[in-house]
Structures are given as C-alpha cells and as structure tokens.
C-alpha cells in the first residue's frame, strides 16, 4: 500500500523558475527520502532527510521535514528541462529496510 | 563500479505462462529489494533479501510470485500463470547492507506486458 501521498500530481513550470512538491505520510518514519525518476524506469536517490532533522541541502535541492505534520517538501531551484521526471517521496519506517513510495509529482519544465 | 542490471528490460507474454526476472546487485551488496510499480504509482515493495535468505516476502502479491537469490548475489524473481493483471514494471535495488543510511540503488526496470 502506498505510505505517503503527493502533492500536486502534475507541475508544469518554465526554465529558470522554482518548483516545489509536497508529501505526506501516515506512520512513524525513520527517514525520508527523494527520488526522481525519468520515463517510468529507473530510480535515482536524491537525497535523504532523518526524522530528527528539519531541513537539508544538496545543490539546487533543498528538502524539508516536519514529523509533527507527517509532511516534507521538496524545493527544486533554478530548474532545467532536465529536471523534468515523475519524482517520488519514500519513507522508511521501523522495518529500516522497506520503502514505502507515494504516487508521485510529474514535473515538467519548458525550455 | 556497474550500477544493478536488470533483464530482460521488456518482456511480453501471454496470460497463464511463466516468466522469470533476472537482477544482478551491485557487486558487495548483500542486501537486494524487489519493487512493484504499475502505471500511475509509485514503486510497491515485494520482498527483501539479506544474503542468500529472503527476510521478507511479505510484498508479494500471493503464491504464484517467487524469489530467489541461491548464492547471494543475483536474484531471479518467478512468476507463474501470469495475469494480466501482473502487468507492471518490476524494480530491484541494492543496497551494502540493511539499515536507514544505506542507500537502496535501483536498477532500470523490467516492463512485463501480460497479454
């Protein structure tokens, strides 16, 4: 079944703009985590935010986490028609080994 | 290093037969996850293994879906009397061992097309 749910289902932005995507989810998690995925095939990790921490960087990504409201955020700047892909949020719970994925954010950024 | 290899990358067969799914890990990694993605949604866990051993099977679906990894390397997942409704792109992914911070690489994907 799917964890967490996100939010919008589709965003189309022009080059250069910021993009932002939304995930919720329902249990207790041990970390979040970032995928992208381009043409309905393979996974690529983005980045991963621990349960104890609220806000992390990598490049032009910057993810937020807030356990208090089961949600987190992912902020793309500066995008690039490259950066159009499904991208996914996955939580790990206590398990510590199985991923649960939600629908997915289909981006799309005009040149 | 080469990232985790998946074959065959589409398969199309017709329903009732049996098909097999081939992954080959990243080399070193004893800890291998079989995903489930149908149109639309995102990845569904399957099964893990750690080693040789499947810790976890809980993911699939019911008893037509197999898994195995004899020598703990590569896994083959088997499905018989296939269903249309197994109609998906099956995932595996890697990872050095079990834990939160190791990252789980995925592979590119089998497209299985049941007709």
């Known amino acids: 079944s799917q964890q967490g749910e996100e939010d919008p289902q589709a965003l189309s932005i022009q080059e250069g703009e910021n993009a932002t995507m939304n995930c919720s989810y329902k249990?207790?998690?041990?970390?979040l985590q970032w995928y992208r995925q381009n043409s309905g095939r393979g996974l690529v990790h983005l980045i991963l935010i621990r349960s104890n921490e609220r806000e992390k960087h990598s490049g032009r990504l910057r993810v937020t986490l807030d356990t208090s409201k089961k949600s987190s955020s992912l902020l793309i700047t500066a995008s690039r028609a490259a950066d159009t892909a499904s991208y996914f949020c996955?939580?790990?719970?206590?398990?510590?080994?199985?991923?649960?994925f939600g629908k997915g954010t289909l981006l799309t950024v005009n040149p | 290093g080469a990232g985790v290899s998946q074959t065959p990358s589409n398969k199309v067969t017709e329903k009732g037969k049996y098909v097999e799914l081939r992954c080959d890990p990243i080399?070193?990694?004893?800890?291998l996850y079989w995903y489930r993605q149908s149109l639309g949604q995102g990845p569904e866990f399957l099964i893990y293994f750690q080693g040789t051993g499947a810790a976890d099977d809980s993911g699939l679906p019911n008893d037509r879906f197999f898994a195995v990894r004899p020598e703990g390397s590569v896994s083959t997942l088997k499905i018989q009397r296939t269903e249309r409704g197994d109609s998906a792109v099956y995932l595996c992914?890697?990872?050095?061992?079990?834990?939160?911070?190791?990252?789980?690489?995925f592979g590119p994907g089998t497209r299985l097309t049941v007709l």
């Open positions: 996955a939580t790990l719970g206590s398990s510590n080994y199985k991923l649960t």
């Open positions: 249990t207790s998690i041990n970390n």
């Open positions: 080399s070193g990694h004893t800890a």
């Open positions: 992914a890697s990872s050095l061992t079990r834990g939160g911070y190791n990252e789980q690489f």
